[in-house]
């Protein structure tokens, strides 16, 4: 399976080829009329979401390189206690001096 590769100027082609603007497009979706404009540029989900479903494309397809979406990460509690008997360390050498 050979995925085509998205660029900014393929897609702002596409929605043109199909009679549609940047700004119309937001509109159409209750966006801010700059969302999808700004999507070169800036993340905003629900702008991408609109661009891909009208494109009739994943949005993994179109901006692979912010999908799939990065969570923050939840430290190990082995990392968690090594820094807490860090703090007892330091709080022990404080009152000794």
């Known amino acids: ?6 660029d900014w100027f393929d897609i702002k082609s596409a929605l ?3 009679g549609m603007t940047l700004t119309a497009l937001a ?3 209750g966006l801010d009329r700059t969302a999808c404009r700004q999507v070169k540029s800036k993340t905003n989900r629900k702008a991408e979401a ?3 479903d009208f494109l ?11 999908y799939p979406i990065q ?3 939840i430290l190990s509690s082995e990392y968690a206690a090594a ?7 330091r709080g022990a ?3 000794a001096a």
């Open 27 to 29: 509109e159409l979706n």
């Open 50 to 52: 609109a661009i891909a």
């Open 71 to 73: 969570t923050s990460r």
């Open 56 to 66: 009739g494309e994943r949005v993994e397809d179109l901006f692979p390189d912010r």
């Open 83 to 89: 820094i807490a008997s860090q703090k007892k360390a």
């Open 16 to 18: 043109h080829r199909r």
């Open 93 to 95: 050498n404080r009152v």
């Open 1 to 6: 399976m050979n995925k085509r590769k998205w």
